[in-house]
């Protein structure tokens, strides 16, 4: 089955405490990228990635940072959270491949850092 | 950078259609996206815009004009499980991730 995984669904820390959200897409897909979501402000993106070690800064990349070592992968790391940082998490893969050009969202990671 | 704009909420009765609109200000259009969100899940995909017109798929149809930066997703024979966050975004400038809009909460009630 197709599908974005993120790991962990729920994670309650510690202001400064070094945290890692997993990613991981089955679809071979070359782009991902991570969003937050907050009331108000709508899906707002962090990074992205167009293939294997190429990232790139989003609309809100502060405080964060990404890798992209492997295809299909693409953890976001919080070095030191803080409160803003309290939001729902979503990870995002698609392709380029034909005219369907949908993106495929994973279940989100809800973030409470206090 | 892209300015999207589309309502806060929406309230509709059930079996009837509402219109979800959603405007944006951008430079180098490639192509505008619908997606359905229930609170606390992941969107999904519902259409994508790249020409101008209608785009039907079943009770949901999707117009696009890109000369007046304007789309709207049309929804028909609302049922109660339609309630839910549509969200509008923009592909542009050769990006390949698109931004959102704030999202439009449709209520539907009995």
């Known amino acids: 089955e197709a599908q974005v995984t993120q790991n962990p669904r729920y994670l309650i820390t510690v202001t400064g405490k070094k945290l890692t959200v997993t990613c991981s897409q089955n679809?071979?897909?070359?782009?991902m990228s991570w969003y937050r979501q907050d009331p108000g402000l709508g899906l707002r993106q962090i990074y992205y990635s167009m293939n294997v070690e190429v990232t790139d800064k989003g609309d809100v990349p502060e405080g964060y940072k990404v890798s992209r070592k492997e295809k299909r992968n693409f953890p976001l790391i919080l070095e030191s959270p803080s409160p803003n940082q309290t939001s729902l998490y979503f990870c995002?893969?698609?392709?380029?491949?034909?005219?369907?050009?949908?993106?495929?969202f994973g279940q989100g990671t809800r973030l409470t850092v206090v | 950078g892209q300015n999207i704009d589309q309502p806060t909420e929406m309230t509709a009765t059930e079996g009837a259609i509402v219109q979800i609109n959603c405007t944006y200000q951008t430079s180098g259009f490639n192509g505008l996206f619908w997606y359905q969100q229930h609170a606390g899940e992941a969107p999904t995909f519902l259409s994508y815009?790249?020409?101008?017109g209608l785009e039907e798929k079943g009770r949901f149809s999707s117009f696009l004009s890109r000369s007046k930066g304007y789309s709207y997703l049309l929804l028909k024979e609302l049922q109660m499980k339609d309630s839910a966050s549509y969200l509008c975004a923009v592909r542009s400038g050769g990006s390949y991730i698109p931004t959102f809009g704030r999202g439009t909460s449709l209520i539907v009630h009995p």
């Open positions: 679809m071979n897909h070359e782009y």
């Open positions: 995002a893969s698609r392709t380029q491949t034909g005219g369907r050009t949908e993106a495929f």
């Open positions: 815009n790249v020409l101008d």
